[in-house]
């Protein structure tokens, strides 16, 4: 349940981005930039961290 919640925390701003696109559909190239620059960030750290450890 945690690391559900661990994935839930790392891709809430995805989860945002779908609640903002049904609400106002012409956020759509906006809320797509946000996605993959989010998910970029994420991957980012994930590396970032994988290093530290190293």
Do not use: H, Q
Not at 19 to 26: C, E, M, Y
Not at 40 to 53: A, F, G, M, P, Y
């Amino acid at each position: 349940m945690s690391k559900f919640l661990e994935s839930c925390k790392k891709f809430w701003f995805f989860y945002f981005d779908i609640i903002l696109l049904i609400i106002f559909p012409w956020l759509f190239p906006y809320a797509l930039t946000a996605a993959v620059i989010g998910l970029v960030i994420c991957l980012w750290n994930e590396r970032k961290k994988r290093k530290e450890k190293k």
